[in-house]
């Protein structure tokens, strides 16, 4: 089979919540993300959360964009795990 990985064609950085960034919560929040045929996200499920963040996250992924998935020069839909890395000292005052 020949197949080729979909790869991110628009990237959304998370808007970092107020309320995490002056508590000083950062980390990872690891998503399952499904990209259908048309390289849209679809659906966005927790794989390991951090309850501060997880919403925000999971905004930013809905609004990735990826040139699809091929498999046999046929798109397909897929289901991709992404890491949405919030870091306090990187995060802007205003956003």
Not at 21 to 31: E, T
Not at 34 to 40: F, L, M, P
Not at 75 to 89: I, M, S
């Amino acid at each position: 089979r020949d197949v080729r990985p979909p790869r991110k064609v628009k990237d959304v950085l998370p808007d970092y919540p107020a309320i995490a960034r002056a508590a000083g919560v950062q980390g990872a929040v690891i998503l399952e993300a499904s990209i259908d045929e048309r390289g849209h996200v679809t659906g966005a499920s927790l794989l390991r959360s951090i309850p501060l963040l997880d919403q925000a996250a999971i905004d930013a992924v809905l609004q990735w964009q990826y040139e699809p998935a091929i498999v046999d020069g046929k798109a397909e839909p897929v289901t991709l795990t992404v890491t949405v890395n919030f870091v306090a000292r990187d995060a802007p005052d205003v956003r």
